[in-house]
């Protein structure tokens, strides 16, 4: 079974960027279905961010898309996620997901908090 | 952009009871593009449904999905206390790609 386990700084300031990491393990970040980040601000609903595929193509959600990099290193399975310019209203728990049309797994997610 | 509208925002049922949950998009969306989740407390989501109707072998028999076009439904037959929780729909397809609905809180009467 695939597992998922985000990191990264839980702490950025406005203006700043930030950055994520997401290890996969019990599968390959190369297989045939692709990877994607969900964010959810605390008490909110879910936030598509981007996805990329096994190809290193990319999509991002228009609201994002010039503030988000979304990579992968596939010599170590991980997959990144940048964004850049941050304010309040990104503060957010960030899920990194695997599964392509439809979200299979899941990592336990990581709250990043936007503050000074 | 595709937006998925879900009702009720609150369903209060008491266990044993049968749940129908609504998911409506503002376009069509293909079947084969549309899941449901399930979200408690303090956790991630887990996947339910997807492809509308088809189940992971995880998942009780008790969910269901059904629908197509625009009109999507989630129904728990039999509500355990376990399947108090939150419930979002999700399609993927149309710019942006994957988009939820705003979810329906299931509580407990």
């Known amino acids: 079974q695939v597992r998922l386990q985000e990191s990264g700084p839980g702490l950025v300031k406005p203006s700043g960027t930030l950055s994520l990491t997401c290890a996969v393990s019990?599968?390959?970040?190369?297989?045939?279905?692709?990877c994607s980040w969900v964010r959810q601000p605390p008490g909110k609903g879910l936030e598509w961010i981007g996805e990329?595929?096994?190809?290193?193509?990319?999509n991002y959600n228009p609201s994002l898309k010039s503030r988000v990099t979304i990579s992968v290193d596939k010599s170590r399975d991980q997959l990144s996620l940048k964004l850049t310019s941050v304010a309040a209203a990104d503060t957010a728990v960030y899920y990194c997901?695997?599964?392509?049309?439809?979200?299979?797994?899941w990592g336990q997610g990581t709250l990043v908090t936007v503050s000074s | 952009e595709i937006v998925l509208t879900q009702s009720p925002g609150t369903l209060s049922l008491s266990p044993g009871e049968r749940a129908t949950l609504s998911c409506r998009a503002s376009?069509?969306?293909?079947?084969?593009?549309l899941a449901w989740y399930q979200q408690k407390p303090g956790q991630a989501p887990r996947l339910l449904i997807y492809?509308?109707?088809s189940r992971p072998t995880d998942i009780p028999d008790r969910f269901s999905g059904s629908g197509s076009g625009t009109d999507f439904t989630l129904t728990i037959s039999r509500l355990e206390p376990e399947d108090f929780a939150v419930y979002y729909c999700?399609?993927?397809?149309?710019?942006?790609?994957?988009?939820f609905g705003q979810g329906t809180k299931l509580e407990s009467k």
């Open positions: 999700q399609q993927y397809g149309s710019s942006p790609p994957a988009t």
């Open positions: 376009q069509s969306v293909s079947s084969r593009f």
């Open positions: 997901v695997s599964g392509g049309w439809y979200f299979e797994y």
């Open positions: 019990g599968g390959s970040i190369s297989s045939p279905k692709w």
């Open positions: 990329i595929f096994p190809s290193g193509r990319t």
């Open positions: 492809a509308a109707s």
